[in-house]
């Protein structure tokens, strides 16, 4: 091998390691994994579905009742609004399903409000338990909110979607759920980690999420 072979296969080489060590190292692909992972597990969409197939099987009295208030729940919660938000998505009248524009976000909110508002209404109507309708009431608001926020400013709505539902449980099941409190600061530092949000905007989300509940339980004088 001549010299300016060697020269060339020693840039090679050196090549080679600048873009090795460009790579994410492993450890750091299994962190953006785990975010990646607990961000679509826990997000906005699965989770009311979950909190409210859990407070229709601790109110109601006959398979009637839950699947009948269940149906209302999920169909305003999680199966209008995805749906929704995928026909969005499929004709490009969004950028993408985290919403990232903030313009999105607000028009996308306002369309979720109706869907939380109808959902309460009827629920109202049906004579649900308060727990249910005070968590559908809370869903509204907090919608309504975020729905002002996001013209401004990006709240988690990770976060806020994680934390209502964690403090409704609690009133219903008492301190059984008290370990799940974990999935909190985990769906936190997966937004944060994922650099869909700051610190302070997944705080926001946390604090709002604990308010409205709070609040219309409260008003519908739960717990």
């Not at 090795?20 to 009311?48: E, G, K, M, W, Y």
């Not at 929704?84 to 950028?95: D, G, H, M, Q, V």
């Not at 709240?155 to 979607?161: E, F, Q, V």
């Not at 301190?175 to 302070?200: K, M, Q």
Request: hydrophobic share 55%.
């Amino acid at each position: 091998m001549g010299e300016s072979e060697a020269e060339q296969l020693s840039g090679e080489e050196r090549l080679v390691a600048i873009l090795a060590a460009s790579r994410p190292s492993r450890a750091r692909r299994v962190l953006r994994d785990v975010a990646r992972t607990v961000s679509t597990v826990c997000n906005p969409f699965v989770v009311p579905l979950v909190l409210f197939v859990l407070l229709c099987a601790g109110t109601s009295q006959s398979l009637a009742e839950f699947w009948s208030r269940l149906l209302v729940c999920a169909a305003f919660t999680s199966i209008g609004p995805m749906l929704f938000l995928f026909w969005l998505y499929a004709t490009e009248r969004i950028s993408d399903l985290d919403m990232s524009e903030r313009d999105e976000r607000g028009k996308v909110f306002s369309i979720f409000i109706v869907f939380y508002a109808v959902a309460t209404l009827t629920l109202w109507f049906m004579h649900a338990p308060q727990i249910i309708t005070a968590s559908m009431a809370g869903y509204t608001a907090a919608g309504i909110i975020v729905w002002q926020i996001t013209r401004f400013w990006k709240i988690s709505t990770h976060a806020l979607g994680i934390t209502a539902p964690m403090v409704a449980l609690m009133y219903l099941y008492g301190a059984a759920p008290l370990p799940f409190l974990v999935l909190i600061p985990l769906v936190g530092w997966s937004r944060v980690y994922l650099r869909a949000h700051t610190v302070s905007q997944v705080a926001a989300g946390v604090a709002l999420g604990a308010l409205s509940v709070a609040v219309f339980f409260r008003i519908f004088q739960v717990g």
